[in-house]
């Protein structure tokens, strides 16, 4: 992604002050749901809790979940 395509995208994002900070998300954003990194260390870097960044992401209409979508099948056999 373009440095101006994020910058853009980044103003939009409502939830924190700074573009740094929403520049910052987005990348953590994309980094866990590729699975790239832990929600915690997500978390961590936003300097918020895990369940502060889990609530964001729920407020953003963006379901997560460390399982995948076979454990999800599983689950719901149960």
């Known amino acids: 992604m ?3 395509l994020t910058q853009a995208i980044a103003l939009e994002v409502q939830l924190f002050h700074s573009i ?3 520049e ?10 590729a699975k790239v990194i832990s929600l915690q ?9 895990p369940a502060e960044f889990l609530k964001i992401l729920d407020l953003m209409g963006i379901e997560f979940s460390y399982l995948s979508e076979e454990d999800v ?3 719901k056999n149960w």
């Open 41 to 49: 260390k997500a978390a961590e870097v936003m300097q918020l809790e």
């Open 2 to 4: 373009n440095q101006k």
């Open 20 to 22: 740094e900070q929403k």
């Open 24 to 33: 910052n998300f987005l990348f953590l954003l994309g980094a866990l749901l």
């Open 73 to 75: 099948a599983l689950e």
